[in-house]
């Protein structure tokens, strides 16, 4: 079984150095805590839910940002719900960055809030990528018949 | 935060490997009870059904009978309300895991219809079925706000006893001085966590159990001469 105990150590390291840099935070480990046998899937669910909703989102900011005149309030609707849901799954950097676009909205600073938008794209595929590592990851164990160390 | 060293590792999955027996002794325990009672009821008529939860019923309803009915006839009914999907998501687990019975809506129109306010009656699960014993609502939504439903909640003579919380992502002390005044039991910051949860049981109103009633028109739920 030296393969699960390997791999377990690399979900442990992996997951750590997600925390330490920011990307997920204790919102995540909440969810994790919800997760019982009942619904052995729904952190991946919540998780799929905030990648379907991220990508309708991210089109959203990008057509408000093209428009000629552009209704800052309704680019601000848009970031503040990409707020609520990054921050509900304990996307951090995702969250941090919607922070600073809505400053921007705010001043009505058409450059600022182009260049958020690109920031907060930019951080909202590294999260999935991340996230989706350690769910494969997870699938690994449970195949090699491990099972998943849980955080505490 | 630290992980348990390998010889002590627990699984957070025990289910796929070992899955648990269910008994007499154990069935209060049993989360996935408690999840089968959600019911969604969402602006998308195709999601309008709650038949996804209905294929374990049977299972419930045999469980049920020989069971406790009492425990299933206290169980709060909350009804959660929050235009984000990934939010409604997680409440509805929260409140679940705290065996609460848990109905969704994506808007405070839709809220207010199943409180039996709107026009359409037949979505009134307060008449049909077990009453709702606490509304949770977000207070940012596009439409009514929460701050608006609360208000005709609030306003209402119906339903005007039932107990609001307002949840907000936003730490605006105007807005929680508002909510507050206008009737609200609670104000409680984003992202919920399952000790607010719990603090939240205090403020459920429970109603009579009714006899011989049907459960939303699955299964009858008799009393017997055992049960009080």
Known sequence: MAAVTQLQRQFIEYTTSLYNEGYLDDQFTQLQKLQDESNPDFVVEVVSLFFEDSEKLLNNLATALQQKTVDYKQVDSHVHQFKGSSSSIGAQRVTNMCVLFRNYCEEKNLEGCMQCLQQVRHEYVLVRNKLEALFRLEQQILQAGGSVPMME | MGFKTSAEIQTRHPLRKNPPQLTDSNWSQTPHLHRMETITHESDPTEMDSSSSSSSLGEIGVEMKNNNNKVEEERPHVLVVDDSLVDRKI??????????????????????????????????????????????????????????????????????????????????????????????????????????????????????????????GRYTMKRTSDNK
């Open chain 2, 91 to 216: 409440m509805e687990k929260l409140f679940t895991n705290s065996a609460c019975k848990v109905t969704t809506a994506d808007s405070g129109k839709k809220a207010l219809e199943l409180l039996g306010q709107g026009e359409d009656k037949h979505t009134d699960i307060n008449q049909q079925g077990p009453k709702i014993n606490l509304v949770v609502t977000d207070y940012c939504m596009p439409g009514m706000t929460g701050y608006d439903l609360l208000k005709k909640v609030k306003e209402s003579s119906d339903i005007k006893e039932i107990p609001v919380i307002v949840v907000s992502s936003e730490n605006v002390p105007t807005r929680i001085k508002k909510c507050l005044e206008e009737g609200a039991q609670e104000f409680i910051l984003k992202p919920l966590k399952q000790a607010d949860v719990k603090k939240l049981r205090c403020h459920m109103q429970f109603t009579k159990p009714i006899k011989g009633r049907l459960c939303m």
